[in-house]
Nanobody, 121 residues
Framework: QVQLVESGGGLVQPGGSLRLSCAASGIILWINDMGWYRQALGKQRELVAE???????YYADSVKGRFTISRDNAKNTVYLQMNSLNSEDTAVYYC???????????????WGQGTQVTVPS
């Protein structure tokens, strides 16, 4: 069984910063892409940022230049550094990882439980 545990959310004033972490544990052979998604109240879940095992990154237009995704493959951990936060960044943030647990298993996506980020207007 694979578990993803997020941390680092909270309440921050506009213009402030937060750093989210997500650690994967369990039976893991390797992890391909890792990413951060968010879901605001009443809206669909959206991709915020993604990083490949080799370090290539993708960012949603709304966070480019403000958020930075990184990962530590040795620790099976992905990070999201969020700067210049505003009220539109308020959401539950979920991490996602594409995990291969054995050589014979197919890659499967796993989700964390989510962490709340609140930026008052």
């Amino acid at each position: 069984q694979v578990q993803l545990v997020e941390s680092g959310g909270g309440l921050v004033q506009p213009g402030g910063s937060l750093r989210l972490s997500c650690a994967a544990s369990g039976i893991i052979l390797w992890i391909n892409d890792m990413g951060w998604y968010r879901q605001a109240l009443g809206k669909q879940r959206e991709l915020v940022a993604e990083i490949t095992r080799g370090g290539s990154t993708y960012y949603a237009d709304s966070v480019k230049g403000r958020f930075t995704i990184s990962r530590d493959n040795a620790k099976n951990t992905v990070y999201l550094q969020m700067n210049s936060l505003n009220s539109e960044d308020t959401a539950v943030y979920y991490c996602n990882a594409d995990v291969r647990v054995t050589v014979y298993a197919s890659v499967r996506g796993y989700w964390g439980q989510g962490t709340q980020v609140t930026v008052p207007s």
